[in-house]
């Protein structure tokens, strides 16, 4: 069993940072990818960015490239998002997730292979 507790989210000021963990446990083991997803309320969920467990391949959604940057720890088997310059438009929950099939990428356009999801943070980002 896989569990994925996220962290960090919070209200914010526009043009601040937060910083969310993502702490993974449970069977992980060999190549695997975890993705940050976000869904503001009436929209879609949509992915932000991903980070492959071992080549360190990462992707990034358009809206925030450049501003968000997401890294891993394996030794605390934690995923970090570090967001910086947020926008109004950055509030959602956001979700980790793991797919545990990847084998050398991530994606964070196919959502159906992440199979274990965390809970979520609010993030509200004030104008």
């Known amino acids: 069993e896989v569990q994925l507790v996220e962290s960090g989210g919070g209200l914010v000021q526009a043009g601040g940072s937060l910083r969310l963990s993502c702490a993974v446990t449970?069977?992980?083991?060999?190549?695997?990818?975890i993705a940050w997803f976000r869904q503001a309320p009436g929209k879609e969920r949509e992915g932000i960015s991903c980070?492959?467990?071992?080549?360190?391949?990462?992707d990034y959604a358009d809206p925030v490239k450049g501003r968000f940057t997401i890294s891993r720890n394996n030794a605390k088997n934690t995923v970090y998002l570090q967001m910086n310059s947020l926008k109004p438009e950055d509030t959602a929950v956001y979700y980790c997730?793991?797919?545990?099939?990847?084998?050398?990428?991530?994606?964070?356009?196919?959502?159906?292979?992440?199979?274990?999801w965390g809970q979520g943070t609010q993030v509200t980002v004030s104008s």
């Open positions: 997730a793991v797919d545990r099939d990847a084998w050398t990428q991530c994606t964070i356009v196919v959502q159906r292979g992440y199979d274990y």
């Open positions: 449970g069977s992980t083991f060999g190549d695997y990818a």
């Open positions: 980070i492959h467990s071992t080549t360190d391949y990462t």
